[in-house]
């Protein structure tokens, strides 16, 4: 009986060992990398929520110098507070992508506006790409406030020590004075009216030729040029103006 327990002892050792020498005893799953590289975003964020969801929003998205349209894109969760932390990881980046931002995009995909960016050569350092956007204010109209009052309106409205016909739009005072204020310069028609782009003097005179045929004596077209900016504001305007 021991003869017998020894030699089916041998057969089994023989049998490990060849399995062994064959790679066969403890196979492991091949993972396969993604094509492309990986860049992870963190941030911590407000007024996410503001935007109105799916006609913009916030995303990680890679694009090339020739075009205004994302070429890969991962939207950016609202975090569980405002002002926690999200966390965005985008894979499978291709050599064409010169840039990564976290932005707004519209539901075509074509860029509105950035507040974030990571260029070519932060891109072309690593395949693997770590980077920490800080603290962020996102908010619809807080984006409305930086990227077209503050650029350019407030010069004459307010950055001195009078506005233009009396309208005030520095960042403490621009949203009691346009939201449901009477318009002095189209009568019957509100500064902005919430929910109505079409009927808010404010999107009027940025968007077309009333300013110079009533005789405003400045072309206000000229303050906003880019058509994506002019849709974001149509677009806060249509979901109710809000001060966020």
Known sequence: ??????????????????????????EQETVIAPEGRTVTVKARLTGIASWPDPSMYVVVAGFNDDSDYALINKSVPAPSEEGGEVTVQLSGIKEQVTRVELCVINRLRKHIVSFYTIDEAQLAASNEIEVDAGTLNVGMYHTIQERVFNSTCVNCHGAATSAAAGLYLTAEKSHAAIVGVPSKKLEGMNIVEPGDAAKSALYEALSTDVTI???????????VVDDGILAMIRQWITHGAKND
Do not use: P
């Open 1 to 26: 009986m021991n003869k017998k327990i020894a030699i089916f002892a041998s057969v089994i050792g023989l049998m490990a060992l060849q399995a062994c020498d064959e790679g066969r005893l403890y």
């Open 213 to 223: 045929t009533n005789e405003w004596h400045y072309n206000h077209t000229a303050e």
